[in-house]
């Protein structure tokens, strides 16, 4: 017999899951463990006993209980090798000598019995104001200055720049601040200059001659270099050249004296 139509089945509409809902009841788990767990170690931690420190403090660890014998006390360094002495006293007398053939120059602008102030040196510099705040900030003490002439217009200055002792390092900072524009043609001396023997950093240079239609050329020759405290800037003028020679032997001079 043929089989009666049978009604089509109905599809049941399947209700989806919300979602989040497992990530939430197994993050809900492991927070309960992990909050059981923590209990638990306090619990057996407060149960134990407490656990005694090391002593901060060892015998034989400093310095020994007496002092040494008044013969065997090293003796304090002398003056000569004492930088900070030597340097602490009248800045003055470490200035090199007047070499041989030169005369005091008593025409200089800014020195004044061989000091020079702060302000005085600042001038020296394009934007005075800017250098005169730079200087404070590095902790500037005061500068020994000697200026010389030889001839007819060769002229020579030398300028110690010194600076507290701290956690600054002024003169350094200083020196090589001066150096690094001076490979400049507009600024500078145009070229990396040699190093001065003996020196860490320290360099002496002998500029291009600038010709001004008028007027007669004008040679310079510079020196920059540090040691401790103290920074020293050598400069040399002249309308004839100048050799490497002349500002060198300044340099190496100066230098042993610091």
């Not at 600054?168 to 200059?193: F, I, L, V, W």
């Not at 360099?203 to 103290?230: H, I």
Request: hydrophobic fraction near 40%.
């Amino acid at each position: 017999m043929p089989q009666a139509d049978l009604p089509e089945p109905v599809a049941v509409p399947v209700k989806r899951r919300p979602r989040g809902r497992t990530t939430l009841i197994i993050a809900a788990a492991a927070f309960l463990g992990i909050a059981a767990g923590t209990a638990a170690g306090y619990g057996v931690q407060a149960e134990r006993a407490p656990t005694p420190l090391t002593a901060l403090s060892q015998p034989g660890l400093g310095y020994p209980a007496k002092a040494l014998p008044a013969d065997q006390a090293p003796d304090p360094l002398p003056a000569s090798q004492d930088r900070q002495v030597r340097t602490d006293g009248d800045l003055r007398k470490l200035l090199i000598p007047r070499p041989a053939g030169w005369s005091e120059n008593k025409n200089a602008l800014f020195a004044r019995d061989g000091w020079m102030g702060l302000g005085e040196y600042a001038l020296d510099f394009e934007d005075e104001g800017f250098m005169f705040s730079r200087l404070l900030e590095s902790d500037f003490r005061r500068v020994a200055a000697a200026d010389w002439k030889k001839g007819a217009h060769r002229t020579a200055s030398v300028w110690l720049v010194q600076f507290r002792s701290g956690v600054t390092t002024g003169a350094a900072d200083h020196a090589a601040a001066q150096r690094a524009y001076m490979p400049d043609e507009k600024n500078g001396a145009g070229n990396e200059g040699d190093a001065i023997k003996g020196s860490l950093d320290g360099r002496y240079y002998v500029y291009k001659a600038r010709a001004t239609p008028g007027y007669l050329p004008l040679y310079r020759a510079r020196a920059v270099f540090e040691r401790g405290d103290v920074m020293a800037e050598i400069n040399m003028f002249d309308t004839e050249p100048i050799s490497k020679k002349d500002i060198r032997t300044l340099a190496e001079r100066q230098l042993e004296r610091l």
